[in-house]
């Protein structure tokens, strides 16, 4: 298994982080997950447009440019004869000692990238899956996908705990999105999601679905919505790299429509579909 490391393609065995890396110590450092569907990948230009947006935003600077990190995520993919997987890749602040403050323009950020096989989570999309409801505790920078992620650890491990797929946060009673992907809500055939604020991850997902729904004449409103309207929806999915369109049809107790996944919902899952096969071999 080969794994990049500060410039190097190197054996995984090998890749060894040094103990004053800041994304080590203070979660100072972003990522992105990419999607590799039969060895091609999916959306790579919005995942890499996205990092270099949160690198920005956190005043951080990516020692390759756009075209580098691409080579780096192309051969990673053809080392590791990836088919149906992602490509991981992090950018933390460097090794410096631990100091709260950035540390000087002379320590360069560390890129760590690796690939990893996940196949597509086709019974789950199928069924439709189960979600608890979490009082969203996080920053209010959720815009920025960085590596602190202690509040969507212990939103998801409340959900796994309690054997459900994923934990959909709330602040008070607006939706936010889940502890690692977005929510959207179905009522009388328009779809609803929270607006791409500071409150949530602009999930590459969530665009893809905004995309198709807008194309086929789907009513689609970044509009926030509440724990009452998620509860009384006549569907529920959420979405992400890994989870594509994934149906919700419980939450905590209660059954959300026909305890299925709904139409609507079902033709998301199409034309998702449809989208990665305009783009990847499967
Ligand atoms: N929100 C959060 C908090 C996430 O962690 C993710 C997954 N990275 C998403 C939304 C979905 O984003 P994407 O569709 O780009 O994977």
């Not at 999607?35 to 790579?44: H, L, N, Q």
């Not at 594509?244 to 609507?264: F, L, R, Y």
Request: aromatic share 8%; with cysteine; hydrophobic share 40%.
């Amino acid at each position: 298994e080969t794994v990049f490391l500060n410039g190097e393609f190197v054996k995984r065995k090998h890749a060894k982080v040094d103990i004053e890396d800041r994304g080590y110590q203070f979660g100072d450092g972003i990522y992105e997950v990419i999607r590799v569907y039969g060895g091609d990948v999916f959306t790579m230009n919005e995942h890499m447009e996205r990092l270099y947006q949160s690198a920005e935003k956190m005043k951080l600077k990516i020692p390759f440019d756009l075209q580098e990190l691409t080579s780096i995520v192309f051969k990673l993919i053809e080392a590791n004869e990836v088919n149906e997987g992602i490509v991981y890749m992090q950018v933390s602040r460097g090794i410096s000692p631990r100091q709260h403050h950035f540390p000087g323009e002379d320590v360069s950020g560390s890129v760590i990238a690796y690939t990893k096989e996940i196949p597509r989570p086709l019974k789950e999309m199928q069924e439709g899956v189960t979600a608890t409801l979490v009082e969203d505790i996080r920053w209010l920078r959720c815009d920025i996908k960085s590596l602190n992620l202690l509040g969507n650890i212990l939103a998801k491990e409340e959900a796994s705990s309690k054997g459900h797929f994923e934990a959909i946060q709330h602040r008070g009673e607006t939706v936010t999105e889940g502890s690692s992907s977005n929510a959207f809500i179905v009522k009388d055939g328009t779809v609803f999601t929270h607006p791409a604020t500071n409150l949530i991850l602009n999930g590459i997902t969530r665009r893809v679905i905004k995309d198709m729904a807008d194309k086929n004449g789907v009513p689609f409103v970044e509009q926030i919505f509440t724990v009452d309207e998620l509860l009384s929806a006549d569907e529920i999915f959420i979405a992400s790299t890994t989870s594509e369109v994934m149906p919700v049809i419980k939450v905590n107790d209660v059954t959300i429509g026909q305890g299925m996944p709904g139409p609507v919902t079902t033709k998301l899952q199409e034309w998702f579909t449809a989208s990665i096969k305009s783009e990847c071999k499967i």
